[in-house]
């Protein structure tokens, strides 16, 4: 049997994997025959060598084969080359499964794999299954959203009882990230040690999101959404989970890089020097790439040296932390290019 697990939820589906290995592990023998090859640069003759391979005395043989359809793509004459392991497939012995699972990269979240003409010839064979993991919807019409739901069957699979509002709030800050919620849900059990859940719980006890909050609002504050700003920095100082002296640390190093970027990007330079220069790769050079170009290095030394002006007036006593980072959101929604602050 060949499987065929792809998609852009990369955790639905090596759990998809997990389980799988579960059943077929009827002995404990499986460890031993199982194989995961690396799916670039395999050859047809390759795969099949594997696939044919019997067990060693155990009932089952499995073959975990990685990223094969992602590093194949869909390059002419794919299916005229892979032929020979699509004849073979009818004839695979019975003891043994291959598995195919494409993970996609962060930064490349629309993956060709659906679109593979490799794909679309395995899907003829009688003996393939294949499943897509597209990505959970966090917001739904009258009901739960996908996410929530997710999260709420998790529970009740790992016999952990947690209340809706809870849920929702897991949702919330967390979003459709499935691993770090599965996380999550795993260490709010303990804490709760058998009690329900509260949304109290969640909002005590999850920081994984803080990251992404505070990415968010230094966002929200380089490109002068001043009210979405300061919604999210009240929030975040009034739960206690950023500082003051943090967040404008963080603001300073970004628009120190867009400093940088429209520097280079007004000399005429590309992307990559923009990247070269700033050490920066994926969303983080995308979003710097975005900022860069909807400003002008001029506004990005003003709002740097705004932050600098901030900086020097809470060490002299003129205002509080949180007094001054306010003032400074307000000031660089000034700053910011008028585009860029209705953009949102």
Do not use: C
């Amino acid at each position: 049997m060949l499987h065929v697990l792809f998609g852009p939820d990369e955790f639905r589906a090596s759990e998809a994997l997990r389980s799988l290995r579960d059943t077929l592990d009827t002995d404990g023998s499986l460890a031993s025959n199982t194989t995961t090859i690396p799916g670039r640069n395999l050859s047809p003759s390759e795969l099949i060598q594997h696939a044919s391979a019997l067990p060693f005395l155990a009932p089952v043989r499995l073959v975990v084969v990685e990223n094969l359809l992602t590093s194949l793509g869909s390059r002419r004459g794919l299916v005229d080359t892979w032929q020979p392991f699509l004849d073979f497939l009818p004839s695979m012995p019975e003891t043994n499964h291959v598995v195919l699972i494409e993970s996609p990269k962060r930064d490349d979240r629309d993956s060709s794999v659906a679109r593979s003409p490799l794909l679309g010839a395995l899907k003829q064979r009688p003996n393939v299954t294949v499943t897509e993991f597209q990505e959970l919807k966090t917001w739904a019409r009258g009901g739960p959203s996908e996410v929530a739901q997710w999260l709420q069957d998790r529970a009740v699979r790992r016999g952990i009882s947690i209340q809706p509002q809870a849920i929702e709030a897991m949702a919330e800050m967390v979003g459709a990230n499935l691993r770090a919620l599965a996380a999550e849900l795993e260490k709010l059990a303990t804490y709760a040690d058998g009690r329900t859940i509260t949304a109290d719980d969640v909002r005590l006890l999850t920081p994984v999101v803080r990251e992404e909050r505070i990415f968010d609002l230094v966002d929200a504050i380089v490109e002068g959404h001043a009210a979405n700003a300061l919604k999210l920095l009240r929030r975040m100082l009034d739960d206690g989970s950023e500082t003051p002296a943090h967040v404008q640390l963080l603001v300073a190093r970004q628009l120190r890089l867009l400093v940088r970027a429209t520097e280079i990007l007004e000399g005429r330079g590309s992307q990559e020097d923009v990247a070269s220069i700033t050490k920066t790769r994926g969303f983080p050079l995308t979003k710097l790439m975005r900022q860069a170009r909807s400003t002008h290095r001029g506004a990005a030394e003003a709002a740097l040296r705004a932050v600098e002006a901030t900086d020097h007036s809470i060490k002299t006593g003129k205002y509080t932390d949180e007094l001054a980072i306010e003032l400074l959101v307000v000031q660089l929604a000034s700053l910011a290019p008028r585009h860029t602050r209705t953009r949102r």
